[in-house]
C-alpha cells in the first residue's frame, strides 16, 4: 500500500525541524512517494522551495501549515487548491498581526471564515482532541471535534493519528478511532514528521532546546522523547499502522484530493494609475521623451532609437506600469527634497536616466541596456535606489498611501547560521562556559557554520588548545549540521513589494521585530510567485551630503551639489594622494593605495577605481595589468581589432559585465540578449559539461564570422576567466559619481563635511575617532561637548567642530530634546540650573559630567559628581588627572577630543626607535621601519594565491600607517592582531613605496604594552 506524509515540518519550522524542503523532497522520492505535504508552524515560508522540489522531483506538492489556535492547540491545515492556499494566506496574517509578535494564534471565527477549500487534521498530542482524550476527557473532546466538524464538514475533518512509540499512543488511537466512528469522520495515519533520518533527531533535540532556552542536561516538556519522528517508509508506516489500514488509505487518499496550490510567475505586477484616456505603454513614453528634452536638449535620431529600442521590450515584458511606479516614486522624492540616487543595472537603461530614476547617461556611456533587461532572459527588473537615510521610510510610506497598506509590504530575509550564531546557541544548550564561548565566537570570522574546523586549522588566532578537545570537536560538528538553518524572519534593507491583487492572496503577512509589516517569503521566493521587487535603499552618504549642504548654508557659503565640476584639479590631487578617509567608496586601505598609484583625471578613472576593488577582479589579478597599461609601462594590446571600441576605455582588460556582452555580440554575433544570457551561465559555477558547451557555441559562432579558431578559443577563455567576477559598469559609474562628489566635499569644504559625516555614524569604513583624527590632520579642530553649544548633531564652530549631545553614551531622544528645548528659553548658568530645569536619568547626568559637558560652568568633574549625589562640601575634593579625564571622556563619547590617545605613549615610543605616521614620508622605499598604533579595521580579503593575506591600518596622532601581513609572519602573530579586546600594536617591517602611497610589510608584530614594557 502506499502511503504520503501530510504532517512534515522542515528547518522552516524555525528551530523545529531538522531538515530542508529539499532534503525531505529527495527522500520522498527515493521513497517512490508521489506526493508529500509541508506543514510548517504558523507560516508558509517554505512554500516555493518545497513546491519547486518537489515538482522537479515529479512529487506532487501539498501545501499545508501547522497552526496554533487560540488556547494555544495546534492544528493542521492543508490546502485543496490555490484557493484553499490563499486561505491559508489570510488565516495566518491575521493570526500575526491581530496577535502580540511572536504569539499567533488562530481565532475559530477566523477558520470559519476562511474554510473553504481547505482540508484540517486534528493535529499531534497538542492538538485539543488528542489532548483531551489522553486525560480521558472524552465528552469535552467529542465536543472539540464536532467544533472543528462545523467549521470544516464531515469530509474535509480527519482525527489523526499518530504512533511514535510514546507512552499512551495506543490508547490515544484507539480512542481516536472510536471516537471518529461515533462522529462519522475519517481518521488518518501521520508522522509528524521533523527531520528525514532517524539519526537527525539529535539535530532536533538540540533546536528544541534553543528554542526553549534549555540546555542538554535539563529536563524540558517540550523536547522529544524519542527519534521516531523521521520520514518513514510506506513500509514502516505499514507495519506500525497494521490495526488501522483504513488510516492509511485516507492520506492516500486525501493526497490524491489536493491539487498543487502554488502557481509560479504570474503577473502580478501593480497597476499604475493613469490620467483618463492613457494606456500605460503612451504615457511612459510621453514622459519618457520628455525628459530626454530635459537632460539632452534637443533629441537626436540616435537617442530616438534608443530610447524606442528599449520601450519596445519594456512594453513586450510588461513593465510600463512598473517603470511608471518608480517615475512616481522618484518624482516624489524631489518633490519632497529627498536626496535619492539611484544605481545598479538599472543606469544601462536611457528610459531610467530620462525619468530621473538614475543620474548615469547610458547613451551617452555607451551601456548596454541588456545588461539590465533583455527578452531572451525574460526576467524582471531590478531597480535599486538609495535615499537619504532619514527620508527612506517616508518613500516607503508613500507607496503604502498611493497603493494601499494591503498592496504594499517589506521583503523578509531569513537569517541563518552562521559559525558566530551557531557557536553561541549550541554553546548555551551544551552548557560551555559561557566566557570560553564568547572568547571563540569573537575570533570566529563571519564564515558558514560548516566552514569552523576549517577556520580552526588554518587561522593562528583559532590555535587554542582548549577548542582541540572532544567535546569542542562535538560543538563544532553540531555547528556543522545547523548550517545555513533559518533561525528567525527579519525585515530586508529595502526590497519592497507591491501587488496589484490584496497580498493576503499571494502571500502570509507578519510582523518584524523593527514592526515591519513583512512578506513571508523572501526576494527570491517573491520574485517567482509574480511579484515584483523594489530596492529603497537607506545610504547614510546621502544623508551626509543633506546634511554637509544645510552646514554650508548655515556657514554663509550655500553650494549647488548638482553643480559640483568634474575636473576639479584640488579634487583629484587630494584623491591622488590617498587622502580619501570619509570619501564614499574610495576610503579602505586598498583603495586609497589604488589612487595613490592610478593618478585619476577624471570621473572615468574613478569609475574603473570602483570595479578594481573587488574581491573578483583582486583574485583575477586586473589590477597590476590595468595600472600598468594606464601608466604605459605596458603595450595596450587587443586579441583580435574588434575587441579594440570595446576594451579601449580599459586598456585591453576586460573589467565589465558590460564588455563581455558586448564581445560575445561582435565576435561571435550572438544578439546582446543571447550575450547577456551566456555572461549570466558563465558568471555561476556551472558545470563542466555546461561550460564546455557554451564554449563550443561561442567558438563555433566566431569561426563563422570570419574568427579564426585559435583566436575564437584564446577570446572564450579570457571572458570566461573575468564573466564571474566583471563588476557592472552602470553600477560602478553611478557609484563614481557620488565618490567624486564627496570627495570635493571633503577637498574645499572639510570642516562642514566632517561634521555631516561624525552626525551620521556609524557608516563607512572607520569609526568617529578616526574620522576626528582626519579632520584635525586637516587642520580642523574638535571641540568638546558643552551644555550650552552643543547641538542634537555635530556642528560647525568656525574652523572647529563641536561634539553633539547624541554622541554622549546612553543619551536618549526625548532627553536630548528635553535639554535643548529648555536651553531655547535661556542658557543654563549652573549644574544646579540644569537639573532645575531639565530632569535627566543619573546615568545620563553622570555620563554629561564626565565627558565635560558642564566644564564652561564648572571645571572640576569629580566635585560635579560628588554635588549630584547630595553632598555639599564638595570644595577641597580634587578633580581627576588629566589622563582620567581622557580614559573616561573616551569612553563616554567614543571620541579623543584634547590628544589622541597614542600621544601619550610617544616618548616612549620614540625611546624605542618606533617612527609616527607623519614621519614614514621621510623615509626611502624597502626601509626597515618600526610604527606602533590603534589597530583599525583587520580583515583577510580573498587573494588570487589562495593564501592569507591580512590588511589593517595603524591609527596614532598623525594619522593612519596601511599594514600588510603575509601568510607566513600572520601564522605567528595572528593571535595578536585579531586578539579581544585589541591592544594597540608595535609593527616592525619594510617601508614600500608604490607611487605616492606608502604600506609596511610587516615582520614582526607585538602587542604595544609588552613592547614597552620589555628592556
Same mark, same amino acid.
Request: proline fraction near 5%.
Given at each position: 500500500?502506499?502511503?504520503?506524509?501530510?504532517?512534515?515540518?522542515?528547518?522552516?519550522?524555525?528551530?523545529?525541524?531538522?531538515?530542508?524542503?529539499?532534503?525531505?523532497?529527495?527522500?520522498?522520492?527515493?521513497?517512490?512517494?508521489?506526493?508529500?505535504?509541508?506543514?510548517?508552524?504558523?507560516?508558509?515560508?517554505?512554500?516555493?522551495?518545497?513546491?519547486?522540489?518537489?515538482?522537479?522531483?515529479?512529487?506532487?506538492?501539498?501545501?499545508?501549515?501547522?497552526?496554533?489556535?487560540?488556547?494555544?492547540?495546534?492544528?493542521?491545515?492543508?490546502?485543496?487548491?490555490?484557493?484553499?492556499?490563499?486561505?491559508?494566506?489570510?488565516?495566518?496574517?491575521?493570526?500575526?498581526?491581530?496577535?502580540?509578535?511572536? &504569539?499567533?494564534?488562530?481565532?475559530?471565527?477566523?477558520?470559519?471564515?476562511?474554510?473553504?477549500?481547505?482540508?484540517?487534521?486534528?493535529?499531534?498530542?497538542?492538538?485539543?482532541?488528542?489532548?483531551?482524550?489522553?486525560?480521558?476527557?472524552?465528552?469535552?473532546?467529542?465536543?472539540?471535534?464536532?467544533?472543528?466538524?462545523?467549521?470544516?464538514?464531515?469530509?474535509?475533518?480527519?482525527?489523526?493519528?499518530?504512533?511514535?512509540?510514546?507512552?499512551?499512543?495506543?490508547?490515544?488511537?484507539?480512542?481516536?478511532?472510536?471516537?471518529?466512528?461515533?462522529?462519522?469522520?475519517?481518521?488518518?495515519?501521520?508522522?509528524?514528521?521533523?527531520?528525514?533520518?532517524?539519526?537527525?533527531?539529535?539535530?532536533?533535540?538540540?533546536?528544541?532546546?534553543?528554542?526553549?532556552?534549555?540546555?542538554?542536561?535539563?529536563?524540558?516538556?517540550?523536547?522529544?522523547? !524519542?527519534?521516531?519522528?523521521?520520514?518513514?517508509?510506506?513500509?514502516?508506516?505499514?507495519?506500525?499502522?497494521?490495526?488501522?489500514?483504513?488510516?492509511?488509505?485516507?492520506?492516500?487518499?486525501?493526497?490524491?484530493?489536493?491539487?498543487?496550490?502554488?502557481?509560479?510567475?504570474?503577473?502580478?505586477?501593480?497597476?499604475?494609475?493613469?490620467?483618463?484616456?492613457?494606456?500605460?505603454?503612451?504615457?511612459?513614453?510621453?514622459?519618457?521623451?520628455?525628459?530626454?528634452?530635459?537632460?539632452?536638449?534637443?533629441?537626436?535620431?540616435?537617442?530616438?532609437?534608443?530610447?524606442?529600442?528599449?520601450?519596445?521590450?519594456?512594453?513586450?515584458?510588461?513593465?510600463?506600469?512598473?517603470?511608471?511606479?518608480?517615475?512616481?516614486?522618484?518624482?516624489?522624492?524631489?518633490?519632497?527634497?529627498?536626496?535619492?540616487?539611484?544605481?545598479?543595472?538599472?543606469?544601462?537603461?536611457?528610459?531610467?536616466?530620462?525619468?530621473?530614476?538614475?543620474?548615469?547617461?547610458?547613451?551617452?556611456?555607451?551601456?548596454?541596456?541588456?545588461?539590465?533587461?533583455?527578452?531572451?532572459?525574460?526576467?524582471?527588473?531590478?531597480?535599486?535606489?538609495?535615499?537619504?537615510?532619514?527620508?527612506?521610510?517616508?518613500?516607503?510610506?508613500?507607496?503604502?498611501?498611493?497603493?494601499?497598506?494591503?498592496?504594499?509590504?517589506?521583503?523578509?530575509?531569513?537569517?541563518?547560521?552562521?559559525?558566530?550564531?551557531?557557536?553561541?546557541?549550541?554553546?548555551?544548550?551544551?552548557?560551555?562556559?559561557?566566557?570560553?564561548?564568547?572568547?571563540?565566537?569573537?575570533?570566529?570570522?563571519?564564515?558558514?557554520?560548516?566552514?569552523?574546523?576549517?577556520?580552526?586549522?588554518?587561522?593562528?588566532?583559532?590555535?587554542?588548545?582548549?577548542?582541540?578537545?572532544?567535546?569542542?570537536?562535538?560543538?563544532?560538528?553540531?555547528?556543522?549540521?545547523?548550517?545555513?538553518?533559518?533561525?528567525?524572519?527579519?525585515?530586508?534593507?529595502?526590497?519592497?513589494?507591491?501587488?496589484?491583487?490584496?497580498?493576503?492572496?499571494?502571500?502570509?503577512?507578519?510582523?518584524?521585530?523593527?514592526?515591519?509589516?513583512?512578506?513571508?517569503?523572501?526576494?527570491?521566493?517573491?520574485?517567482?510567485?509574480?511579484?515584483?521587487?523594489?530596492?529603497?535603499?537607506?545610504?547614510?552618504?546621502?544623508?551626509?551630503?543633506?546634511?554637509?549642504?544645510?552646514?554650508?548654508?548655515?556657514?554663509?557659503?550655500?553650494?549647488?551639489?548638482?553643480?559640483?565640476?568634474?575636473?576639479?584639479?584640488?579634487?583629484?590631487?587630494?584623491? !591622488?594622494?590617498?587622502?580619501?578617509?570619509?570619501?564614499?567608496?574610495?576610503?579602505?586601505?586598498?583603495?586609497?593605495?589604488?589612487?595613490?598609484?592610478?593618478?585619476?583625471?577624471?570621473?572615468?578613472?574613478?569609475?574603473?577605481?570602483?570595479?578594481?576593488?573587488?574581491?573578483?577582479?583582486?583574485?583575477?589579478?586586473?589590477?597590476?595589468?590595468?595600472?600598468?597599461?594606464?601608466?604605459?609601462?605596458?603595450?595596450?594590446?587587443?586579441?583580435?581589432?574588434?575587441?579594440?571600441?570595446?576594451?579601449?576605455?580599459?586598456?585591453?582588460?576586460?573589467?565589465?559585465?558590460?564588455?563581455?556582452?558586448?564581445?560575445?555580440?561582435?565576435?561571435?554575433?550572438?544578439?546582446?540578449?543571447?550575450?547577456?544570457?551566456?555572461?549570466?551561465?558563465?558568471?555561476?559555477?556551472?558545470?563542466?559539461?555546461?561550460?564546455?558547451?557554451?564554449?563550443?557555441?561561442?567558438?563555433?559562432?566566431?569561426?563563422?564570422?570570419?574568427?579564426?579558431?585559435?583566436?575564437?578559443?584564446?577570446?572564450?577563455?579570457?571572458?570566461?576567466?573575468?564573466?564571474?567576477?566583471?563588476?557592472?559598469?552602470?553600477?560602478?559609474?553611478?557609484?563614481?559619481?557620488?565618490?567624486?562628489?564627496?570627495?570635493?566635499?571633503?577637498?574645499?569644504?572639510?570642516?562642514?563635511?566632517?561634521?555631516?559625516?561624525?552626525?551620521?555614524?556609524?557608516?563607512?569604513?572607520?569609526?568617529?575617532?578616526?574620522?576626528?583624527?582626519?579632520?584635525?590632520?586637516?587642520?580642523?579642530?574638535?571641540?568638546?561637548?558643552?551644555?550650552?553649544?552643543?547641538?542634537?548633531?555635530?556642528?560647525?564652530?568656525? !574652523?572647529?567642530?563641536?561634539?553633539?549631545?547624541?554622541?554622549?553614551?546612553?543619551?536618549?531622544?526625548?532627553?536630548?530634546?528635553?535639554?535643548?528645548?529648555?536651553?531655547?528659553?535661556?542658557?543654563?548658568?549652573?549644574?544646579?540650573?540644569?537639573?532645575?530645569?531639565?530632569?535627566?536619568?543619573?546615568?545620563?547626568?553622570?555620563?554629561?559630567?564626565?565627558?565635560?559637558?558642564?566644564?564652561?560652568?564648572?571645571?572640576?568633574?569629580?566635585?560635579?559628581?560628588?554635588?549630584?549625589?547630595?553632598?555639599?562640601?564638595?570644595?577641597?575634593?580634587?578633580?581627576?588627572?588629566?589622563?582620567?579625564?581622557?580614559?573616561?571622556?573616551?569612553?563616554?563619547?567614543?571620541?579623543?577630543?584634547?590628544?589622541?590617545?597614542?600621544?601619550?605613549?610617544?616618548?616612549?615610543?620614540?625611546? &624605542?626607535?618606533?617612527?609616527?605616521?607623519?614621519?614614514?614620508?621621510?623615509?626611502?622605499?624597502?626601509?626597515?621601519? &618600526?610604527?606602533?598604533?590603534?589597530?583599525?579595521?583587520?580583515?583577510?580579503?580573498?587573494?588570487?594565491?589562495?593564501?592569507?593575506?591580512?590588511?589593517?591600518?595603524?591609527?596614532?596622532?598623525?594619522?593612519?600607517?596601511?599594514?600588510?601581513?603575509?601568510?607566513?609572519?600572520?601564522?605567528?602573530?595572528?593571535?595578536?592582531?585579531?586578539?579581544?579586546?585589541?591592544?594597540?600594536?608595535?609593527?616592525?617591517?619594510?617601508?614600500?613605496?608604490?607611487?605616492?602611497?606608502? !604600506?609596511?610589510?610587516?615582520?614582526?608584530?607585538?602587542?604595544?604594552?609588552?613592547?614597552?614594557?620589555?628592556?
Amino acid at each position: 500500500m502506499a502511503f504520503i506524509h501530510l504532517h512534515t515540518h522542515s528547518y522552516f519550522s524555525f528551530l523545529d525541524g531538522a531538515s530542508s524542503p529539499q532534503e525531505l523532497v529527495e527522500r520522498a522520492a527515493d521513497l517512490g512517494m508521489k506526493a508529500l505535504a509541508l506543514t510548517d508552524h504558523n507560516n508558509l515560508c517554505g512554500a516555493v522551495e518545497f513546491h519547486r522540489q518537489a515538482t522537479r522531483a515529479g512529487i506532487k506538492p501539498l501545501q499545508g501549515v501547522e497552526v496554533n489556535l487560540e488556547g494555544g492547540w495546534h492544528l493542521v491545515l492543508l490546502a485543496q487548491n490555490p484557493s484553499g492556499y490563499s486561505n491559508l494566506c489570510r488565516i495566518l496574517t491575521s493570526a500575526h498581526l491581530g496577535n502580540p509578535r511572536g &504569539k499567533p494564534e488562530v481565532a475559530f471565527d477566523l477558520l470559519e471564515k476562511y474554510s473553504k477549500d481547505l482540508i484540517a487534521l486534528s493535529g499531534c498530542r497538542r492538538g485539543q482532541v488528542s489532548y483531551l482524550l489522553l486525560r480521558k476527557k472524552y465528552l469535552q473532546a467529542r465536543e472539540a471535534a464536532k467544533r472543528l466538524i462545523n467549521i470544516f464538514g464531515k469530509n474535509n475533518f480527519f482525527l489523526e493519528l499518530q504512533q511514535t512509540f510514546l507512552p499512551g499512543d495506543r490508547t490515544l488511537n484507539r480512542y481516536l478511532v472510536q471516537l471518529a466512528e461515533n462522529l462519522g469522520v475519517k481518521v488518518v495515519a501521520t508522522n509528524n514528521v521533523h527531520y528525514v533520518y532517524k539519526k537527525d533527531f539529535k539535530i532536533h533535540d538540540l533546536l528544541t532546546c534553543i528554542r526553549n532556552l534549555t540546555r542538554l542536561e535539563d529536563i524540558h516538556p517540550e523536547r522529544p522523547l !524519542n527519534g521516531e519522528n523521521y520520514l518513514k517508509s510506506a513500509q514502516e508506516m505499514q507495519e506500525i499502522f497494521i490495526e488501522y489500514p483504513q488510516a492509511l488509505r485516507a492520506a492516500q487518499e486525501l493526497a490524491e484530493e489536493c491539487q498543487p496550490a502554488l502557481t509560479l510567475d504570474n503577473n502580478l505586477f501593480p497597476r499604475y494609475p493613469l490620467p483618463p484616456g492613457e494606456t500605460a505603454e503612451k504615457f511612459l513614453k510621453r514622459l519618457t521623451f520628455q525628459g530626454a528634452v530635459e537632460r539632452y536638449g534637443k533629441i537626436t535620431p540616435a537617442i530616438a532609437e534608443r530610447l524606442n529600442y528599449e520601450l519596445k521590450i519594456i512594453f513586450e515584458l510588461g513593465f510600463a506600469d512598473y517603470f511608471l511606479l518608480v517615475w512616481d516614486l522618484v518624482r516624489y522624492a524631489r518633490q519632497k527634497g529627498i536626496r535619492y540616487a539611484g544605481r545598479g543595472s538599472a543606469a544601462d537603461s536611457a528610459v531610467a536616466y530620462c525619468l530621473y530614476i538614475t543620474e548615469v547617461d547610458a547613451i551617452r556611456r555607451q551601456l548596454l541596456f541588456e545588461r539590465f533587461m533583455s527578452l531572451e532572459r525574460g526576467q524582471k527588473p531590478d531597480i535599486d535606489i538609495d535615499f537619504d537615510s532619514r527620508h527612506r521610510d517616508q518613500v516607503a510610506r508613500y507607496l503604502s498611501e498611493k497603493y494601499g497598506d494591503e498592496h504594499v509590504a517589506a521583503v523578509c530575509t531569513y537569517n541563518t547560521y552562521q559559525a558566530r550564531s551557531a557557536l553561541r546557541d549550541l554553546g548555551k544548550v551544551m552548557n560551555f562556559p559561557e566566557e570560553e564561548i564568547d572568547a571563540l565566537a569573537k575570533k570566529m570570522p563571519h564564515i558558514p557554520a560548516d566552514e569552523i574546523s576549517h577556520a580552526l586549522e588554518k587561522l593562528p588566532e583559532l590555535q587554542d588548545a582548549c577548542w582541540r578537545k572532544p567535546r569542542y570537536q562535538k560543538l563544532f560538528d553540531y555547528c556543522r549540521a545547523l548550517a545555513g538553518f533559518p533561525r528567525f524572519i527579519g525585515t530586508h534593507l529595502g526590497g519592497i513589494v507591491i501587488s496589484r491583487e490584496p497580498l493576503v492572496n499571494i502571500t502570509p503577512l507578519q510582523k518584524s521585530a523593527k514592526g515591519v509589516v513583512v512578506t513571508q517569503f523572501d526576494k527570491k521566493y517573491v520574485e517567482e510567485l509574480g511579484l515584483v521587487k523594489l530596492d529603497l535603499l537607506s545610504l547614510k552618504t546621502l544623508t551626509a551630503i543633506e546634511d554637509t549642504m544645510r552646514n554650508l548654508s548655515l556657514s554663509g557659503w550655500p553650494l549647488d551639489y548638482e553643480s559640483i565640476p568634474y575636473d576639479d584639479k584640488k579634487t583629484f590631487a587630494m584623491i !591622488n594622494q590617498g587622502n580619501t578617509v570619509g570619501v564614499f567608496q574610495l576610503e579602505s586601505p586598498a583603495q586609497r593605495a589604488l589612487q595613490c598609484r592610478l593618478k585619476a583625471s577624471r570621473l572615468e578613472d574613478l569609475v574603473a577605481s570602483v570595479a578594481l576593488i573587488r574581491p573578483g577582479p583582486i583574485k583575477g589579478n586586473m589590477v597590476e595589468p590595468f595600472i600598468a597599461r594606464r601608466k604605459g609601462e605596458e603595450p595596450v594590446s587587443y586579441l583580435h581589432p574588434k575587441l579594440k571600441p570595446i576594451l579601449e576605455k580599459t586598456y585591453g582588460v576586460v573589467l565589465f559585465q558590460e564588455q563581455v556582452i558586448e564581445i560575445a555580440t561582435a565576435i561571435a554575433g550572438f544578439t546582446p540578449g543571447e550575450a547577456d544570457e551566456l555572461r549570466r551561465v558563465m558568471s555561476h559555477a556551472r558545470s563542466h559539461r555546461e561550460m564546455e558547451a557554451i564554449g563550443k557555441q561561442f567558438i563555433q559562432k566566431a569561426i563563422a564570422r570570419g574568427i579564426d579558431s585559435k583566436t575564437a578559443e584564446t577570446i572564450f577563455s579570457c571572458i570566461k576567466g573575468y564573466a564571474s567576477y566583471g563588476f557592472c559598469e552602470a553600477h560602478a559609474a553611478a557609484f563614481a559619481s557620488l565618490a567624486y562628489k564627496t570627495a570635493y566635499l571633503a577637498c574645499h569644504y572639510p570642516v562642514e563635511f566632517f561634521a555631516a559625516l561624525l552626525s551620521n555614524q556609524p557608516m563607512g569604513y572607520y569609526p568617529a575617532n578616526t574620522l576626528c583624527q582626519e579632520a584635525r590632520r586637516r587642520g580642523i579642530k574638535i571641540l568638546p561637548p558643552d551644555i550650552n553649544r552643543s547641538q542634537a548633531q555635530f556642528s560647525v564652530e568656525g !574652523n572647529g567642530i563641536r561634539v553633539s549631545l547624541s554622541q554622549i553614551k546612553q543619551m536618549t531622544k526625548s532627553v536630548l530634546n528635553a535639554i535643548l528645548k529648555a536651553r531655547e528659553q535661556a542658557p543654563f548658568s549652573s549644574l544646579d540650573d540644569f537639573r532645575r530645569r531639565v530632569f535627566v536619568p543619573r546615568p545620563i547626568l553622570q555620563n554629561l559630567i564626565l565627558c565635560g559637558a558642564f566644564d564652561t560652568l564648572h571645571p572640576n568633574r569629580r566635585q560635579l559628581l560628588w554635588k549630584i549625589t547630595g553632598e555639599k562640601n564638595v570644595k577641597n575634593i580634587p578633580d581627576f588627572t588629566p589622563e582620567q579625564k581622557q580614559e573616561l571622556q573616551y569612553r563616554i563619547l567614543g571620541i579623543d577630543i584634547e590628544e589622541h590617545y597614542m600621544a601619550r605613549w610617544r616618548p616612549l615610543l620614540q625611546q &624605542k626607535g618606533y617612527k609616527n605616521t607623519r614621519e614614514l614620508r621621510q623615509f626611502p622605499d624597502r626601509t626597515c621601519i &618600526k610604527v606602533a598604533g590603534i589597530v583599525i579595521a583587520p580583515h583577510r580579503p580573498p587573494t588570487r594565491s589562495g593564501r592569507t593575506v591580512v590588511f589593517f591600518s595603524l591609527e596614532d596622532e598623525f594619522g593612519l600607517a596601511d599594514v600588510t601581513v603575509f601568510e607566513d609572519v600572520y601564522q605567528i602573530y595572528g593571535n595578536i592582531i585579531f586578539s579581544h579586546p585589541s591592544p594597540p600594536l608595535a609593527v616592525t617591517g619594510i617601508l614600500q613605496r608604490r607611487g605616492n602611497g606608502i !604600506n609596511i610589510i610587516a615582520r614582526e608584530v607585538k602587542n604595544m604594552y609588552e613592547e614597552l614594557k620589555a628592556k
